[in-house]
């Protein structure tokens, strides 16, 4: 069965996933925290992530930058103009506001593909299109910047800086510095994961459209005349990397971007689409955006920042074909992809991959009042717990037990019973099958090695 957006929040916060930010104050929209399960998905989902584009590649390195920079940076890269803006349609009564494209594309059917003000407007008077909250007139559109601006030093005398938009321009700033210092050569990459905050007009679908989210981007730097070859190279890698973590093929798929939506960078892209309940939505985008972020920084701050081949004696501005995930996102498609209301069960399966899901094995006693059980269950917890995320549980029955670590995603669960005592062995069960096999406890570690 499959669960909206609504549900799956609440399924969520029930279970230790994710939360809304600063509830007890009756919250923010657009802000969530990451409860003691959902944090350990979200750093697994990091982790794999890292491994395919970093670790397991000699031509890509990573970084880490600050997530405030000041103004220029972001008049270079055309985030403080009207390309890095949404339109915004205000009620004229209550004073909300909602975001003119997506409400006109959820009330028409149709897409909107222009952001001309005038053009607008007249597409709310033609569907005589109201507030959805009060049903009053909508004043005229206009144009919201995303960007969140921020005072550094005294109030009176601080510098406008910004919270990054995006984790892309830190790479760009840095990228001669790297480039040097590990002696990279074309093509090369760097990667990095990080906050970026955009302020939504209208934040919605839980974590789909946030605030405040997370960035998982690499910048792939190329000759010019291989930009193709590239793209289609890492289309390719990045599809492998969903479906190498049991993404359904079924669920995903590639959407070109039309001219008229490009972003102002690109020179073409397109997006992995996850078929989520509310539609085919983006959750990652591949773009080739030529120098463009190379040439702006190095025209606004008078540095050079292009790249000597030592091959051809001459010096160019290397093109770039971007990967950039949505983290956030990703959580929610694997979470979609692997929750399953088990009838038969009578309880919620998250059927993750092992190497995502929070815990990797539960350790349970069969029993909690046999001091000799529970001392042997301890054992084997504290043998297994240096090597993969472990779990101990000795509250409620055995079956209401596994029914817990069902529900998290927990792909095996270790039960230690009054024969453990005798020959060392304890049962294991698989969370998706659920069968059950006895193993000497000394073959544990192999076995669940075995799934990563």
Request: glycine share 8%.
């Given at each position: 069965?499959?669960?909206?957006?609504?549900?799956?929040?609440?399924?969520?916060?029930?279970?230790?996933?994710?939360?809304?930010?600063?509830?007890?104050?009756?919250?923010?929209?657009?802000?969530?925290?990451?409860?003691?399960?959902?944090?350990?998905?979200?750093?697994?989902?990091?982790?794999?992530?890292?491994?395919?584009?970093?670790?397991?590649?000699?031509?890509?390195?990573?970084?880490?930058?600050?997530?405030?920079?000041?103004?220029?940076?972001?008049?270079?890269?055309?985030?403080?103009?009207?390309?890095?803006?949404?339109?915004?349609?205000?009620?004229?009564?209550?004073?909300?506001?909602?975001?003119?494209?997506?409400?006109?594309?959820?009330?028409?059917?149709?897409?909107?593909?222009?952001?001309?003000?005038?053009?607008?407007?007249?597409?709310?008077?033609?569907?005589?299109?109201?507030?959805?909250?009060?049903?009053s007139a909508f004043k005229d559109a206009s144009l919201v910047n995303l960007m969140f601006p921020v005072t550094i030093g005294a109030t009176d005398s601080g510098v406008t800086?910004?919270?990054?938009?995006?984790?892309?321009?830190?790479?760009?700033?840095?990228?001669?510095?790297?480039?040097?210092?590990?002696?990279?050569?074309?093509?090369?990459?760097?990667?990095?994961?990080?906050?970026?905050?955009?302020?939504?007009?209208?934040p919605r679908n839980f974590l789909f459209r946030c605030r405040e989210f997370e960035q998982m981007e690499m910048e792939f730097f190329i000759k010019p005349e291989?930009?193709?070859?590239?793209?289609?190279?890492?289309?390719?890698?990045?599809?492998?990397?969903?479906?190498?973590?049991?993404?359904?093929?079924e669920n995903l798929r590639f959407r070109a971007h039309r001219e008229d939506e490009l972003a102002h960078y690109a020179k073409s892209a397109e997006d992995i689409e996850y078929k989520f309940p509310f539609g085919w939505k983006e959750v990652e985008g591949i773009h080739y955006r030529g120098d463009w972020d190379l040439s702006n920084h190095a025209k606004h701050s008078k540095q050079k920042l292009e790249y000597y081949d030592e091959q051809t004696k001459e010096s160019i501005t290397p093109n770039i074909i971007e990967t950039s995930a949505g983290l956030d996102r990703d959580f929610l498609v694997f979470l979609y992809n692997a929750y399953d209301d088990d009838k038969e069960r009578g309880n919620v399966v998250l059927h993750l991959h092992p190497r995502i899901a929070p815990i990797t094995v539960a350790v349970l006693p069969l029993v909690k009042n046999k001091p000799e059980i529970t001392k042997k269950a301890r054992e084997v917890f504290d043998s297994l717990k240096e090597n993969f995320a472990s779990f101990y549980d000795e509250s409620?029955?055995?079956?209401?037990?596994?029914?817990?670590?069902?529900e998290i995603g927990t792909p095996f669960c270790v039960t230690i019973d009054f024969d453990s005592l005798e020959d060392d062995s304890v049962t294991v069960r698989d969370r998706d099958s659920r069968e059950q096999k006895r193993i000497k406890i000394s073959e544990l570690k192999n076995l669940i090695a075995g799934y990563f």
């Open positions: 069965m499959t669960i909206n957006i609504e549900e799956m929040a609440s399924f969520c916060k029930k279970k230790g996933l994710v939360y809304p930010s600063a509830e007890i104050y009756g919250g923010m929209a657009g802000f969530f925290d990451y409860g003691p399960f959902g944090v350990e998905l979200k750093k697994n989902i990091q982790k794999e992530w890292w491994r395919f584009m970093v670790m397991l590649r000699e031509d890509v390195v990573g970084m880490d930058g600050a997530i405030i920079s000041p103004e220029a940076v972001w008049k270079a890269s055309g985030h403080l103009s009207a390309g890095f803006a949404d339109i915004m349609l205000p009620c004229s009564k209550c004073k909300s506001s909602v975001r003119a494209d997506v409400f006109i594309e959820e009330k028409t059917k149709k897409p909107v593909t222009t952001k001309n003000l005038k053009e607008i407007n007249a597409i709310v008077a033609e569907h005589k299109l109201k507030c959805p909250i009060c049903g800086s910004y919270l990054r938009g995006e984790t892309t321009q830190m790479i760009y700033l840095d990228y001669k510095l790297i480039q040097n210092n590990a002696r990279m050569k074309l093509p090369f990459g760097i990667a990095q994961v990080g906050k970026a905050f955009r302020n939504e007009i209208s291989e930009n193709k070859k590239w793209f289609d190279y890492w289309k390719k890698q990045r599809m492998k990397w969903y479906e190498s973590l049991g993404v359904k093929k409620g029955s055995i079956g209401r037990r596994y029914a817990r670590m069902d």
